[in-house]
């Protein structure tokens, strides 16, 4: 009985020890280490097929959470908020303009803005490929993604004076708006680099996204009573740059003589 209890608990936890010890003393500089990671980044996005009629380029800003595990798969969620000036469709003003500008509610020309907006919400996996890199948990990568996007065209009147853009009147807004959402995949490519020292960890990368989007709103002011709403292409090339914060446990700097 005796010689039973130290094979089925006493060895176990033998190796237990062992595996913590080894766990313990792995370094980012020389082994692959499971690690959280919290991800800010900015993107430099340009539009294709269909996104390219009614935006022109746009930026997006957003913050992520990403787990790598010790064999460089990581899992992730990332969230993106899209703006931009650049809007090429304002067809839904057509009515509204006259040569110099849009009336407003005291029958003076009002001032106003026509921007784009948009949230994008994806879950990610890449892989590290640790070539030309300082350790074995940077390098290149590649990953794919699948998401939810929300995008739209948004109003801006400081006066609220013209009551067509007024956002708390929700009579007026959804018939401008073309608000518009569906689902996306991706690609993406890049390089990311994690010091052994934990002081720079960034990353670099293009994604190409592609958009199955349909507009949710029954009525536009321009478009044909009960139009149809036709699948879209919404397509981007994305550019990427961020800033990682790695967060896993340091090897003991304990000694042993």
């Keep these: ?11 176990p936890l033998f190796l237990i020890a062992i595996n913590c010890s080894l766990i313990s003393q792995s370094s980012i500089s020389d082994s692959t280490i499971g690690m959280h990671q919290v991800r800010l980044g900015v993107d430099f996005q340009i539009p294709f097929a269909d996104m390219a009629d009614r935006f022109g380029n746009n930026f997006s800003v957003g913050a992520g959470y990403a787990y790598k595990f010790k064999n460089n798969i990581d899992v992730g969620l990332s969230y993106r908020f899209m703006f931009s000036n650049d809007v090429k469709d304002t067809g839904m003003l057509s009515e509204l303009r006259t040569s110099l500008g849009i009336i407003n509610s005291q029958g003076e020309f009002g001032t106003y803005g026509v921007v784009q907006r948009g949230h994008h919400l994806q879950i990610k996996s890449s892989y590290t490929l640790p070539v030309f ?10 990953g794919l993604g699948i998401g939810f ?4 065209v948004h109003f801006i009147n400081t006066n609220s004076d013209i009551p067509q853009f007024n956002v708390n009147d929700r009579a007026y807004v959804p018939g401008y708006d073309r608000y518009t959402s569906g689902i996306t995949i991706s690609e993406e490519i890049g390089y990311r680099y994690f010091s052994n020292k934990s002081l720079i960890n960034f990353f670099v990368g293009i994604e190409f996204i592609q958009g199955f989007n349909k507009i949710r709103r ?14 879209r292409k919404d397509n981007l090339l994305s550019f990427k740059f961020g800033w990682v914060l790695p967060i896993y446990k340091k090897p003991s700097k304990d000694y042993y003589y």
Excluded: A, W
């Design 133 to 142: 890199s300082p350790n074995k948990n940077s390098g290149f990568y590649g």
């Design 149 to 152: 996007i929300v995008h739209r």
């Design 218 to 231: 029954d009525y536009q002011v321009d478009y044909e009573p009960n139009f149809e709403k036709k699948l």
């Design 1 to 11: 009985m005796s010689k039973l209890f130290k094979y089925f608990c006493v060895t």
